[in-house]
C-alpha cells in the first residue's frame, strides 16, 4: 500500500525559495525609505564596520530552518505530521497482521483437511479477498485525510509567515526579505530572524 508523504520538511523547501517582493506605495524616495528604516540591524551594520550599501537599506534576509524551529506553530506543525505518520504506519501493520493471520488459518485448515469441498474453500478466499480490499481502501482513506490535513496546515504555516514578513516590509519600507537557504553569503547585520520569530510567535493563538 502506497504511503502518502506530506511531511512539514515541504514547507522548508517551499520557504527555502522564499523571496517576498514587498509593495511599497509609500515613500519611493531613496531618502524617506533610509529614514524610516532606523532598525537594528542598521545598527548592527553600523558597529561591526560593514560598508553600508545602496541595498541595505531595502533588503533583508531569514534564516528559514530557524524560523520552522523556533516558531511555535512549524514545531506543532512538525509534532502533529509525525504522530499522523505512526498512526499510519501502526494501522498498516495492524491490517496486514490480520490479513495474514486469516489467511494462514485458511492454509492451515486447508492443509488438514477442514474443508469437505472446494466451494467452502473459495468461499473463505473470497472473504480473504474482501477483507483485504476493504483494508486497502480504509487504509487509502486515512492516507487521504492525512494528506489533506497536513495540506491545510502547511498552508496556514506559510500563510502566517508570510503575512508577518509583509507587515515587517511595510513598517519599515523594504522592498525584499529574502531566504537565507537560497543564497551563499548574506552580511549578517541583515538577518532580521530573530524579529520575524518573536512577532509570529506574538501573534500566533493556539487552536482551543
Same mark, same amino acid.
Given at each position: 500500500? %502506497?504511503?502518502?508523504?506530506?511531511?512539514?520538511?515541504?514547507?522548508?523547501?517551499?520557504?527555502?525559495?522564499?523571496?517576498?517582493?514587498?509593495?511599497?506605495?509609500?515613500?519611493? *524616495? &531613496?531618502?524617506?525609505?533610509?529614514?524610516?528604516?532606523?532598525?537594528?540591524?542598521? &545598527?548592527?551594520?553600523?558597529?561591526?564596520?560593514?560598508?553600508?550599501?545602496?541595498?541595505?537599506?531595502?533588503? %533583508?534576509?531569514?534564516?528559514? /530552518? !530557524?524560523?520552522?524551529?523556533?516558531?511555535?506553530? +512549524?514545531?506543532?506543525?512538525?509534532?502533529?505530521?509525525?504522530?499522523? /505518520?505512526?498512526?499510519?504506519?501502526?494501522?498498516?501493520?495492524?491490517?496486514?497482521?490480520?490479513?495474514?493471520? %486469516?489467511?494462514? @488459518?485458511? @492454509?492451515?485448515? &486447508?492443509?488438514?483437511?477442514?474443508?469437505?469441498?472446494?466451494? +467452502?474453500?473459495?468461499?473463505?478466499? &473470497?472473504?480473504? @479477498?474482501?477483507?483485504?480490499? *476493504?483494508?486497502?481502501? !480504509?487504509?487509502?482513506? !486515512?492516507?487521504?485525510?492525512?494528506?489533506?490535513?497536513?495540506?491545510?496546515?502547511?498552508?496556514?504555516?506559510?500563510?502566517?509567515?508570510?503575512?508577518?514578513?509583509?507587515?515587517?516590509?511595510?513598517?519599515?519600507?523594504?522592498?525584499?526579505?529574502?531566504?537565507?537557504?537560497?543564497?551563499?553569503?548574506?552580511?549578517?547585520?541583515?538577518?532580521?530572524?530573530?524579529?520575524?520569530?518573536?512577532?509570529?510567535?506574538?501573534?500566533?493563538?493556539?487552536?482551543?
Amino acid at each position: 500500500m %502506497r504511503k502518502t508523504a506530506f511531511r512539514v520538511s515541504a514547507a522548508l523547501v517551499a520557504l527555502s525559495a522564499l523571496m517576498v517582493s514587498c509593495n511599497n506605495k509609500e515613500a519611493s *524616495d &531613496a531618502s524617506t525609505k533610509k529614514q524610516s528604516i532606523a532598525t537594528t540591524t542598521e &545598527a548592527a551594520t553600523d558597529s561591526a564596520g560593514v560598508r553600508p550599501t545602496a541595498l541595505a537599506a531595502y533588503i %533583508r534576509y531569514v534564516d528559514t /530552518q !530557524r524560523i520552522l524551529m523556533e516558531y511555535t506553530l +512549524a514545531r506543532e506543525v512538525a509534532k502533529t505530521d509525525s504522530t499522523a /505518520q505512526i498512526q499510519l504506519a501502526a494501522l498498516q501493520n495492524q491490517l496486514s497482521s490480520n490479513l495474514n493471520s %486469516r489467511a494462514q @488459518q485458511i @492454509q492451515e485448515k &486447508a492443509q488438514r483437511g477442514g474443508y469437505i469441498n472446494e466451494s +467452502a474453500y473459495n468461499a473463505d478466499m &473470497a472473504s480473504l @479477498q474482501k477483507a483485504q480490499q *476493504d483494508a486497502e481502501n !480504509r487504509m487509502a482513506q !486515512r492516507q487521504r485525510d492525512y494528506a489533506t490535513d497536513m495540506m491545510n496546515k502547511q498552508v496556514e504555516l506559510h500563510d502566517s509567515i508570510k503575512s508577518v514578513v509583509d507587515d515587517i516590509c511595510r513598517e519599515h519600507k523594504l522592498d525584499a526579505v529574502l531566504s537565507e537557504q537560497a543564497g551563499l553569503y548574506f552580511n549578517p547585520a541583515l538577518d532580521i530572524t530573530d524579529i520575524v520569530i518573536a512577532e509570529l510567535n506574538r501573534r500566533y493563538k493556539p487552536a482551543k
